[in-house]
């Protein structure tokens, strides 16, 4: 039990610090806040706003994991995608001869498996824990 809550602890720390950097340089750019926008060159508006929504969605799971909840998962499934649906949108962007950074391609690809991973450790640590609560309690 103190195992499941040190590694839900854990997770919920790394995931705000991720979820907090990405709503701060997804608004800075939407908002074109500190001249961010500028910096980040040919930047695809749409992968901008899918990532400030599931920086949204990250900071929810974050509670989630803090307080051990069910719906944990569901929220990250649901980050996964919408970053999955922008990628491939993006994939069709560039195809259509959008104009984009390298660099953008690469961040998606980290992102969904940033995504997916927290998501393994909600499924795994938060779901078990709620059955075998149920389970000692002869429900």
């Known amino acids: 039990m103190k195992h499941r809550k040190i590694i839900t602890t854990i997770s919920a720390i790394i995931l705000s610090v991720f979820a907090l950097l990405t709503l701060f340089l997804s608004s800075s750019v939407i908002f ?3 001249g961010i926008r500028a910096k980040e060159g040919n930047y695809v508006l749409f992968i901008v706003w899918a990532n400030f929504m599931c920086s949204i969605l990250y900071l929810s799971a974050v509670y989630g994991f803090l307080k051990r909840k069910k719906w944990t998962f569901k929220v990250l ?3 996964l995608i919408i970053l999955i649906i ?5 994939q069709f962007y ?3 001869g959008g104009v ?5 391609i690469k ?7 940033v995504t997916l991973s927290f998501s393994l450790v909600a499924f795994s640590y938060i779901k078990k824990e709620g059955l075998s609560i149920k389970t000692k309690a002869g429900l």
């Open 86 to 90: 922008a990628f491939i949108a993006l």
């Open 94 to 96: 560039i195809y259509n």
């Open 77 to 79: 499934i649901t980050a």
């Open 107 to 113: 961040a998606m690809v980290f992102r969904m498996l």
């Open 32 to 34: 074109d806040w500190f």
């Open 100 to 104: 984009h950074e390298e660099k953008t």
